[in-house]
DNA sequence: GTGGTCTAGACCACC
DNA sequence: GTGGTCTAGACCACA
């Protein structure tokens, strides 16, 4: 019972594949940053659940920067900080 | 030099179409007041134009309340100001 | 004196030069029509004079339509009224 | 799950500003009230934000007045109403 | 040339 | 999934 796998929360999926695909540099070219709507739809998450996956992408792993009424928009290559080895 | 009407403005059109349906009864039969997008949608406004026309409802006229993360409801009748003639 | 020739307000200038940009045809391939204060700063006149140039093209030539907050657009040529000969 | 302090929104961090400057007195002498352009260039805000912001300078605080068409202008000290404790 | 209203979205905070 | 705030402009109406 104490030993089951530890199941991963959904903000934490979302994070990871668009993490995956801003590295892939889909994003690089003048790519807009998909909105928080365009998420909920993509993913079919609420608000909330998309928000905190951002938050994860922007404040943990340093790939985003969002800005209030404007959208996020993709750090360049050259500021981001090296993916993390857990 | 020309002889044209006074413009109403677009929230107030909205906010006067609204008041009177309020005043018709049909929301007294536990019809829940439209949210903010879906009014959006039916009078082909802005947001903003729609809050506008939604705050002349509840602070000039007292037709309507809101409430944070739930929506208006209308005020029922018997607490109702009686409508200014202008 | 009763016989000097007939001054032309600046915004009649105004409106023929863009009427005749207009008829073209330079903003039919998606050149969207410029904004208030752009053609403030083009011509070097008032908001109320380009806004009476502007009225010009809209409402005796029939060259714009207007849409307030969103801009003015050229009407396709196919649905314009031909020029009034004076 | 985190300890961030409560967001302050932008109107009202400009709003304070704004309060603090009228009250030092530098406006009392004659000092033209800035338009709402110019406080949207100093404040890096939209027009609406600005706006926001003068409306509690305006409404909650009486320490200005405004006329359309005209612009604000800042209320002499002794017509003041006392500064909220909150 | 000011303040006022509007657009078409975005993100933020609450339920 | 609501209402609340914000952006970056546009046009409208007053003085």
């Given at each position: 019972m104490s030993d089951r796998p530890k199941r991963i929360p959904p903000y934490r999926l979302a994070a990871a594949e668009l993490a995956a695909e801003i590295r892939s540099g889909i994003?690089?070219?003048?790519e807009p940053f998909p909105s928080e709507s365009a998420l909920c739809a993509r993913f079919g998450m609420a608000t909330m659940t998309i928000r905190r996956a951002l938050e994860v992408l922007r404040e943990e792993q340093g790939l985003i920067t969002t800005r209030w009424g404007k959208g996020s928009a993709v750090v360049p290559p050259a500021e981001r900080p090296a993916p993390e080895i857990e």
């Amino acid at each position: 019972m104490s030993d089951r796998p530890k199941r991963i929360p959904p903000y934490r999926l979302a994070a990871a594949e668009l993490a995956a695909e801003i590295r892939s540099g889909i994003y690089d070219q003048g790519e807009p940053f998909p909105s928080e709507s365009a998420l909920c739809a993509r993913f079919g998450m609420a608000t909330m659940t998309i928000r905190r996956a951002l938050e994860v992408l922007r404040e943990e792993q340093g790939l985003i920067t969002t800005r209030w009424g404007k959208g996020s928009a993709v750090v360049p290559p050259a500021e981001r900080p090296a993916p993390e080895i857990e």
